[in-house]
């Protein structure tokens, strides 16, 4: 008989956090500044969405607030250099589809009282086997828009 | 400047080698021998891991940005929870 394990952490953002551990997100080099984190989950809430948080599963206190690329930009397209195919495990004449293989996250972050975000690295996740890596140089230019009146504006 | 050919390297201080590997049309591929000490990164890497810093305090130091921004994005739904086999549960 298979035992259904789940893991549990207690986050620091949203209390106790359960998750089934085939569900893990694996990020092999973790995220430039966090390289140690190497597991993390998704977490969604049903009343945020379409916010996904991604929190460390070992480190209750670190968790970033993320969108799916599409929803700031919504003719985004993905380009994935050499080495992200190799982190990912996709193969080099693969075309993976966003949200049928893989999602992009872009990372929010606080900025001039608002929030911001890098389309020009997001957070990759290979939705076939769930690694990450957090693409560089992806996506046309601008890079970086700012949420302002309820819509996303490249600022740069 | 330096010039160096594929199979060459450069030496920095006592402990740390870099080698050019292999140079193609467009991009050199370096291998680096540095002790685990010493942080190896991409320079596009390191201005991501201050935006990364300053992401990940998003939820901590600016709670009631992220109250807003559920505010202002409403409730449409991601791409996640169609595709992913099982996620967390709250």
Known sequence: MVMDRRLCLVSQHFGEVEWDPASELLLPSGLPGFEDERRMVAVEIPAQRPLVFLQSAERAEVCFVALPVRTIRPDYELTLGDEDRIALRIDEDALPELGADVLCLALLMPANGGVETNLAAPVVINLHNLRCVQSMGSGSPPRRYRLGDGRWVPVC | ?90
């Not at chain 2, 540095?34 to 890497?45: H, K, M």
């Not at chain 2, 990364?52 to 807003?68: G, I, K, R």
């Open chain 2, 1 to 90: 400047m330096v010039r160096r050919r594929a199979g060459e390297a450069i030496v920095l201080g006592d402990d740390i080698e870099i080698e050019v590997i292999e140079i193609s049309r467009t991009r050199v591929k370096l291998g680096i021998r540095a002790p685990r000490t010493v942080t190896v990164l991409r320079r596009e890497s390191a201005a991501l891991a201050q935006e990364n810093q300053s992401a990940a305090c998003l939820l901590s130091a600016h709670p009631e940005t992220v109250v807003d921004l559920i505010r202002l994005l409403g409730n449409s739904g991601s791409d996640f929870a169609k595709t992913t086999p099982a996620g967390a549960d709250m």
